[in-house]
């Protein structure tokens, strides 16, 4: 059973590593029948020495080798065992190392020239073999990566995977309470519930829905984990407020979803721009706005800016137009 083969991208590191390790171990093989003291995993560290006429620190090294720092070291550390190459501080910063190869090293690499020559011509033959341009391949992958790398789109994909999860709908009287719940909960947390909020928590419906506003929630399963109300201002203007999610569902996309929901109900009732008040305490939310399009309105006025609170933070806009 070819289990990795069956498992297609989801094993594609292991089986790359396992290609690699075959290619390694033929190095490997090869330098032992020329009782040669070498091993594949050393050659572009070596060789890059080889072809430069000065000292390289090790920075510089990991940087052109696309490698870390410590596994410069690494490799340096068995090299210097051998003589083949020197380890001496920066005569400027005594804080970093240079790297160089010695007259041993030289001539090592001058016999092993054309060993290399053979293991080119075996890559080659391998890879033609098989139908397969490898050098153009890793070299778009490699280029691809430069632009995103794999954990980043990893957890884009998992974003997006929570995103789906959550279920937005509108208000319904049953969900009234979740609506006062939930924003006490969080007001509670970060400032202090007042005689405002509370005529808004405990009717919604009046204060929100009948002028001309919305009330959405966040659903996970059968639970409501979220909630954010859109406030009319006046014909062309709508304001997110009310948003709360709670604690065990944040970093799930429940904000980002109620947002974007809300954001196109605003549409569909014709909206123009809509307004927010946020706090830079509140670094997700602040993030999560301006990825989708806020940008700070210090003069925008909003229904929120009469709580005391508003003190502390500031407006933000989003032109619709």
Not at 155 to 172: C, G, H, N, T, Y
Not at 226 to 233: H, I, Q, S
């Amino acid at each position: 059973m070819d289990f990795l083969s069956e498992l297609g991208y989801l094993a594609i590191a292991s089986r790359m590593k396992g290609l690699t390790d075959r290619l390694l171990r033929g190095g490997s093989e090869a330098y032992r029948s020329l009782d040669l003291d070498f091993e594949p995993r050393w050659f572009t560290l070596f060789y890059l020495l080889y072809t430069e006429d000065s000292p390289l620190s090790i920075q510089v090294i990991a940087d052109g080798l696309r490698v870390s720092h410590p596994a410069v070291i690494q490799t340096a550390h068995r090299l210097v065992k051998r003589g083949l190459i020197r380890s001496f501080r920066d005569e400027v910063d005594r804080r970093k190392r240079r790297l160089a190869i010695t007259p041993k090293g030289k001539e090592l690499a001058a016999s092993l020239a054309p060993v290399w020559n053979c293991f080119q011509a075996a890559s080659a033959e391998l890879f033609e073999s098989a139908g397969v341009d490898m050098l153009d391949a890793i070299q778009r992958v490699e280029g691809k990566l430069d632009k995103e790398e794999m954990g980043t789109r990893i957890i884009r994909k998992i974003k997006d995977m929570q995103a789906k999860a959550v279920e937005i709908i509108d208000f319904s009287p049953e969900y009234r309470d979740a609506f006062r719940k939930l924003n006490e909960q969080w007001l509670k947390k970060y400032f202090e519930v007042e005689e405002a909020d509370e005529r808004i928590l405990l009717h919604p419906e009046e204060e929100i829905i009948d002028v001309g506003g919305s009330v959405l929630f966040a659903r996970l399963g059968r639970e409501i984990v979220g909630t954010a109300a859109l406030l009319k201002l006046d014909a062309g203007t709508y304001e997110i407020a009310k948003m709360a999610v709670t604690p065990k569902a944040q970093g799930k996309q429940v904000g980002r979803r109620l947002t974007e929901a809300a954001i196109a109900k605003a549409r569909d009732k014709g909206a123009e721009k809509i307004v927010l008040r946020t706090d830079n305490r509140l670094r997700a939310a602040v993030g999560l706005y301006r990825k989708l399009g806020f940008r700070a309105a210090p003069k925008e006025a909003t229904a929120s800016g009469r709580f005391n609170r508003s003190r502390f933070g500031y407006a933000m806009k989003l032109d619709l137009e």
